[in-house]
């Protein structure tokens, strides 16, 4: 919406930042956005400093926290939820295939 279209005209001031890659989200409630982070998350597939930032507690406590019924504060489940989107979209061709892959014997044929 309105947040991409100032980064990318901010973008665009500078001849060394390439356009930015503009992401649409799934669903319209917070909870149906951040559902895909969710997945990503309980997959393991989401990594965190070993070292702890100063930022990490806050936002361990507010993605522990998130219940996605208009919590005071979710910026931080918001940008994970748009960074899992985009890595959904790319990595789709190679590891999100639309039906589970099915092994298959010499000779046989489901």
């Given at each position: ?13 500078y001849?060394?930042?390439?356009e930015?890659?503009r ?20 997959g ?30 979710d ?5 994970i939820?748009y960074m ?5 979209h ?10 589970p ?10």
């Amino acid at each position: 919406g309105g947040f991409q279209d100032a980064v990318a005209n901010e973008c665009r001031r500078y001849i060394g930042i390439p356009e930015p890659r503009r992401v649409t989200p799934y669903g319209s409630t917070k909870l149906q956005r951040a559902w895909q982070a969710v997945q990503l998350c309980q997959g393991g597939r989401v990594y965190l400093p070993i070292e702890e930032p100063p930022w990490l507690p806050p936002f361990e406590e507010q993605l522990i926290d998130f219940t996605g019924l208009d919590d005071e504060h979710d910026d931080m489940v918001d940008s994970i939820a748009y960074m899992a989107t985009s890595c959904q979209h790319l990595m789709r061709p190679a590891n999100f295939a639309a039906q589970p892959p099915m092994l298959l014997t010499a000779g046989y044929s489901p």
